[in-house]
């Protein structure tokens, strides 16, 4: 059996554990497996650009960040978007044909799994897995790279906290998910954030300013927020995507986060600074859990291949792995339900999630 392999979309710890548990699947139970590793996702698919690997370029990998065979994102929109005289798609369709695919494994995103569906779609036997520090692929219950993500952003929110302590000042800890708040919402808990704020629930300025305030009166005189990069303000909220970057370009911000400490400043009199992590929440090794995780995956992947389950993606729910169809996840989200466990867990113990009057 023939098999190409690509990472496709933004990194994540764990990549390398997935490729790992699913290569050393399909050489112990596939018969006749070649593993092909596609460089850069779907962009060397596109380009040809692929080699034939070997047993032992899967070994020593299991801890190691990042993916070894290279990843780049390419926007859904653009795959059936006709460029001399072929598009995306097709090139892909052609060169799977080309290298005599059996199969074809995608490690990838929400974007990842859309385009898994248009190649499905045209006829090549595709299986997706997970990934996403941001959890927001719908039909699974977590997503790999989310728990080590979770440890980075919980530390950094550790380490504000001690100097948000020694200065009396409130600190904004902006942490990763421009759509979803799965980071925000179990690092802001893990790290104690006072406020955690979501792209899911629209926060209002006041409410925020009126809890550091209180906290201060308190004699609390540092405040920890958490607050998402999707993180919108109640008076943005209806606005579309453009119209909110072009409203936020006016003050030169990007994202709510500045704007929101600038606020505090200026209306609860506290001393603000802003904390970006960014990409330290991608890179790095996985947590323990991941790595797990992604062993458990990246085998049921390779069970998938060697069953010919093709046009599915791996999902984890419960304590149970299983698969959905690709047509029927690709193009949703899972967003941070306004019930969540979690967010009633915050709300019992006074953390405030900018919605309250
Ligand atoms: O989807 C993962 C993610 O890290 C998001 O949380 C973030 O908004 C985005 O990717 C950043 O993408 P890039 O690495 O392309 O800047």
Not at 55 to 68: C, H
């Given at each position: 059996m023939k098999i190409g392999i690509l990472t496709s979309g933004g990194d994540c710890p764990a990549l390398n554990a997935v490729i790992r548990g699913f290569a050393k699947y399909v050489y112990q139970n596939v018969k006749d497996a070649e593993i092909y590793g596609i460089a850069d996702g779907y962009g060397g698919l596109i380009a040809g650009e692929y080699k034939k690997m070997r047993?032992?370029?899967?070994?020593?990998?299991?801890?190691?960040?990042?993916?070894?065979l290279g990843t780049s994102r390419q926007p859904f929109k653009k795959m059936t978007v006709e460029e001399n005289n072929s598009t995306k798609i097709e090139k892909m369709k052609k060169n799977y044909k080309k290298m005599g695919l059996d199969c074809l494994v995608c490690l990838g995103g929400a974007g990842t799994h859309k385009s898994a569906g248009l190649l499905c779609a045209e006829g090549l036997n595709v299986i997706g897995l997970p990934k996403t520090i941001?959890?927001?692929?719908?039909?699974?219950d977590v997503t790999f790279g989310f728990y080590s993500a979770v440890d980075v952003a919980t530390e950094c929110i550790d380490r504000v906290h001690t100097t948000a302590a020694s200065h009396g000042r409130t600190m904004l800890v902006e942490i990763m998910g421009n759509k979803v708040g799965w980071l925000t919402l179990y690092a802001g808990l893990a790290g104690g954030a006072d406020i955690i704020l979501l792209p899911e629930i629209p926060f209002d300025t006041d409410v925020v300013c009126k809890k550091v305030r209180e906290r201060a009166e308190a004699g609390k005189a540092f405040s920890i927020i958490a607050i998402a990069e999707g993180a919108v303000q109640t008076s943005e909220a209806g606005l579309k995507k453009k119209e909110r970057a072009a409203l936020r370009a006016q003050t030169g911000?990007?994202?709510a986060t500045n704007r929101l400490a600038r606020d505090i400043n200026a209306r609860a009199g506290v001393e603000t600074r802003v904390v970006v992590p960014g990409h330290l929440q991608r890179g790095g090794n996985p947590s323990a859990l991941d790595r797990a995780l992604s062993t458990e995956v990246g085998a049921y992947a390779g069970y998938l291949c060697k069953e010919g389950l093709f046009g599915t993606t791996v999902a984890i729910r419960g304590e149970k792995i299983t698969h959905n169809k690709i047509a029927d996840i690709a193009g949703k989200t899972k967003w941070v339900p306004l019930d969540h466990p979690m967010i009633e867990a915050g709300r019992r113990i006074g953390v405030s999630f900018g919605d309250e009057n």
């Open positions: 047993p032992e370029d899967f070994s020593g990998i299991l801890n190691v960040g990042g993916t070894i941001d959890n927001d692929i719908f039909g699974t911000d990007v994202t």
